[in-house]
């Protein structure tokens, strides 16, 4: 089931059930959006376990083959794990070539609409601090930061170190 999104004088999103078909596409943005990149494995793993995990595409009216609006170019993804009483963003990753275009936002509150409509009144998620971009957008978007979990992420594999990740959350509004 597709869930689609659309803000105000944008295309629309769809947000399709990733599918094990959907890996190799989201393996290639993967690899070079992170400095340490989930594996096929991972992937293969949230769907298994029942995460909540969505292609990306665009939904126009009219298809641009070839093109970055040709709806079947992958832009974006996410997984989400829910929880009883909220949604933990696990992965959420912008095509390189799209970024700065506002689609990280609009997956953002499409995922809040998600929890709202789930009566899950809370995301969480982790970040590199380094990834400025993304503490950024989340900071705009009314996260705050709870925590720290320290020696989180893996930063540089030859030297085994390790970085801190930023534990981040957000209230959601959920209706009477």
Known sequence: ?????KGE????????????VDLDEVL?????SHIHPWTKGNFS????????AYCVRPQLDQVVKGSYLDPEVLWAYCILFPAVDELHLLNITVS??????GIGRRM????EGVAAQQNMPRII???RPSNLAAVTLYQKLGYEQIGVRKNYYPLNTQTGMREDALVMAKS????A
Request: aromatic share 6%; proline share 4%.
């Open 1 to 5: 089931m597709a869930t689609h999104f």
């Open 9 to 20: 004088g944008e295309a629309e999103l769809s947000f399709l059930p990733m599918q094990a």
């Open 28 to 32: 290639k943005i993967e690899s070079v």
């Open 45 to 52: 793993d949230s769907l298994a376990a029942g995460h909540w």
């Open 96 to 101: 390189p070539q799209l970024r700065k275009l």
């Open 108 to 111: 953002m509150a499409a995922i």
């Open 125 to 127: 998620l982790e970040v």
């Open 172 to 175: 959601i509004k959920l209706a």
